[in-house]
């Protein structure tokens, strides 16, 4: 993989590149006020995952590992799952850029908020009234589990 796929986002052409910006782990403060990366937790992969910061583009940045295998997979075989499950038409982050000179995939950002941060009580209860809102986002994530089964 050689060059930089530029995906139209809302008509204008992005140049994302890693190395056009500060890297900051998460342990650092953020004090520039310029468009930084900041290194997120990731999944149990080779992959390293940074969100942008200080952009209105609201992106992450995955970047894949350059030696060939790892647990990272390869971006074409990510690429390929994406637009399976795009086909699907489950919500998923959108592609904003590839750029395959450095191995990384731009996606929308979509925050770090987790389904469990609904909870309002230790324990589920349907009677429950406080526990309807949480119940509701439980059966739209399992919804969307079976949809994904077919």
């Keep these: ?59 992450i940045c995955m970047q894949f590992p350059k030696c060939e295998g ?14 399976a499950l795009t086909q699907m038409e489950l919500p998923i982050p959108k592609i904003i850029e590839i750029d395959e000179t450095n191995a990384c995939i731009w996606t929308e950002d979509l925050g770090d908020t987790f389904l469990n941060s609904t909870l309002v009580e230790p324990i589920l209860d349907i009677k429950n009234p406080n526990c309807l809102e949480a119940i509701n986002y439980y059966k739209e994530s399992l919804l969307l589990l079976i949809k994904a089964q077919y």
């Design 70 to 83: 790892g647990y990272g997979g390869d971006p074409i075989s990510w690429i390929g799952m994406h637009s």
């Design 1 to 59: 993989m050689t060059g930089i796929l530029s995906l139209q986002l809302e008509s204008e052409q992005l140049m994302l590149r890693i190395q056009d910006f500060k890297i900051l782990n998460s342990e650092q403060s953020l004090t520039e006020k310029e468009p930084v990366l900041v290194l997120i937790a990731g999944d149990a992969s080779d992959r390293k995952f940074f969100r942008l910061l200080n952009d209105p583009i609201g992106a």
